[in-house]
DNA sequence: CTGAAAGCGCTAACAA
DNA sequence: TTGTTAGCGCTTTCAG
């Protein structure tokens, strides 16, 4: 910048008023400075801009992982929204580790606000946060005990809607496979349960580990991993959950995550058990291979872009108004009920 | 820092040096003011010491999209190994359009480097860039034309894994799918057909914008999406792909993403054609939905998460060393042979 | 309409 | 061992 005043002969201060456009300046000196910014292929530093106005722009974001694709959705959203108003994206993964290290360093940065996918149990941490007034949003799971803003899925409604499905396709005896490893049952799940039993009343709720056993079964398994594939490993983690079902005469099971689901499907085959003659399988959206199960699986897709971008406008109001009280935002998920016809054959036929 | 430097009745300097642990300092004075800073919950502002010392620890990433699994792991190995070392990750997506917009954007932000997966047909930005010594470390795609350093897969060890992988299984008059809508054909597909046609020399070339398909079904589609799901997509985009291969008496198919293998097999099937006993099919990875398609499908799994590793220490190597020669590093890729037998069996037998 | 000066918070060079 | 000073590049305020 002082190369581009002394070059235009003028001050600092009035190429500043040039270029960003502010102040009253003369016609002629402005288009001067412009044109010898542009020549001199001028770019501002985003940088001193943030430190001297305290607004960086950044908006740090913290997931617990994004090889699935769950998170992955919901950042694309989230960047969306936020390039559209020319904010950038500091993105940071706690893979179930350093969380609050993260959010600590991303305010060392002097991001703007936060959006995190908090995998914490205690509300401490974000309640010291939030007094100190750092604008953050919440995706996918709630804090235990912490009032502050949320975005994410109506899980109540999935719940619903699953229900509401087998009972049409005429099943009648429900079990709802509950797969946390959490002392206190993760907020979802337990929301998903209610939805589900607010139709059938007769739900019978299978409660099991099962996501422990796939960590523990991928974090032993190592090198020597006890199965090929993600899914194999889903179906160990489920191998024991036949004999506690078969003490309730079930019709159909409600498996929380398609892989669950497809293993679940596998387990039953296996005992000559037919899917869905005999018993049905539903999920809930984690990935969006179901389009390519056999047999088809129906499940809940989330709305995981929908999720990033109220976010991300939820913490951009919340920068203009920091005074907003908290509130959560719960989107509709949808029912993706895979017809057992075969696509190709409506496609080939006509 | 004021604060702490008033409380504790010595100068910033000194404070500083406390803090940083470099320079000569009193063992007392040093505790003093490391007490009273953490009592006081100090922690520095990296935005002022970026500015300062002209080094952020922010690296700019550049990706097409993050939707699919693809760029979303070779992110996650990137944010991996930048955590590692303390370096963050400033995130956009181009979606297509906006990407020498976006490497302005992050440079304005002064990131210390940049990765960028690019989708530039042109050299020409690029090289500006380069000659200004900004490190930047490509990944995926190389930019035609462009001296770079470059992580990526090893697209022709890919094409060779696959052909011997259909030679073994007695395969003998192998189609291989180009799928690319560009002007110039994709590197990475050009690859792989060297290196399909090292080991067969008779591998004949289909040669047709699939892809392009897609994308204009795509956006066409807008609502009234011509098909329900992506598979369906690919499925209408390669409809008239058999009619030119049946001028070729082929007995097996390389149709470059899983999508399309997945595709093709449905078409072979609606015509009649058994896969794999007629008709041979094979994919590249894209995706981890291979587990779960019927019937099993074999494909090349790219290493995705070491590319961005790699990418990552490569840029961090840089950082140290500006005037390292540029060099590409392209990683092995693995084959994936899904057995047909049921994985299930394998397991519940025994 | 234009310019001078101060300062965001940190760091590095130099002086005491 | 400690302190003083200057400055990164931009923005704001106040004075001309």
Redesign the interface.
């Known amino acids: 910048m002082d190369e581009i005043a002394r070059r235009a002969g003028v001050s600092k201060t009035t190429v500043y008023r040039a270029l960003s456009g502010q102040g009253r300046i003369g016609e002629d000196t402005r288009r001067r400075v412009l044109d010898i910014a542009e020549e001199a292929g001028y770019?501002?530093?985003?940088?001193?801009r943030?430190?001297r106005r305290s607004r960086?722009g950044?908006i740090g974001v913290v997931v617990p992982?994004?090889?699935g694709?769950f998170y992955?959705?919901v950042?694309?959203g989230i960047?969306?929204a936020l390039?559209d108003v020319?904010h950038?994206?500091?993105?940071?993964?706690s893979?179930g580790e350093?969380e609050y290290e993260?959010v600590?360093?991303?305010?060392?940065?002097?991001v703007d606000g936060l959006i995190v996918a908090s995998e914490s149990d205690s509300p401490d941490f974000y309640e010291r946060l939030l007094r100190r007034r750092v604008p953050i949003v919440f995706i996918d799971r709630e804090v235990p005990g912490l009032h502050a803003d949320l975005v994410a899925t109506d899980h109540f409604a999935g719940g619903v809607l699953l229900a509401e499905h087998l009972r049409d396709k005429g099943y009648r005896k429900p079990a709802f496979l509950s797969v946390t490893d959490r002392p206190r049952p993760i907020g979802s799940i337990e929301d998903r349960w209610c939805g589900f039993r607010s139709v059938f009343r007769n739900a019978c709720l299978l409660h099991h580990p099962f996501m422990g056993s796939v960590k523990r079964l991928l974090r032993e398994g190592g090198d020597a991993a006890p199965?090929?594939?993600?899914?194999?490993l889903c179906?160990?983690a489920l191998r024991g959950a036949l004999e506690p079902l078969a003490t309730f005469p079930y019709d159909c099971v409600f498996a929380q995550y398609d892989h669950f689901a497809?293993a679940m499907i596998?387990?039953l085959?296996?005992h000559g058990i037919r899917v869905p003659q005999d018993v049905g399988v539903v999920g809930f959206d984690d990935h969006?291979?179901t389009?390519?199960?056999?047999p088809p699986l129906t499940t809940i897709r989330q709305p995981l872009?929908e999720i990033g971008l109220q976010a991300a406008q939820r913490l951009l109001r919340r920068l203009e108004e920091p005074d907003l009280p908290a509130a959560a935002l719960r989107l509709p998920p949808r029912l993706v009920a895979r017809r057992s016809s075969d696509?190709?054959?409506a496609?080939?036929q006509p």
């Open positions: 770019r501002p530093n985003r940088l001193a943030g430190l960086t950044l992982g994004i090889e694709q992955a959705r950042l694309e960047e969306k390039q020319d950038r994206v500091l993105l940071t993964v893979r350093q993260l600590e360093s991303l305010l060392d940065m002097q199965a090929e594939t993600f899914s194999e179906l160990l497809l596998h387990l085959q296996a969006d291979f389009e390519y199960t056999e872009r696509p190709l054959a496609m080939e």
